[in-house]
């Protein structure tokens, strides 16, 4: 006799007590991949602030060298392209 047992022998929930259990780790997993997503793009946000404050300072330098007569207008002129591609 099978009093109370329900399908295939898990109690009350059956089949779907298993299956509730994995939607839940599957659903902790999302959560943590997007929380880590989140913070990774946070961080990359930070790097173009400083990459942007690196630039000018570069560019400071560039236009004191050139006004200095240590580099040619050419050299400034390629110089000041390739950092402002970036």
């Known amino acids: 006799m099978m009093y109370g047992r329900g399908f295939y022998g898990a109690g009350t929930c059956g089949f779907f ?7 839940f780790v599957i659903l902790i997993a999302a959560l943590v991949y997007f929380l880590l997503k989140s913070n990774k793009s946070k961080s990359s946000d930070s790097k173009s602030i400083d990459t942007k404050v690196d630039d000018s300072n570069a560019l400071a330098i560039l236009k004191e060298k050139f006004a200095n ?3 040619t207008e050419e050299v400034y002129l ?4 390739v950092i402002e591609r970036r």
């Open 69 to 71: 007569g240590e580099i």
């Open 17 to 23: 007590g298993p299956m509730m259990m994995i939607g």
């Open 78 to 81: 390629n110089k000041k392209n």
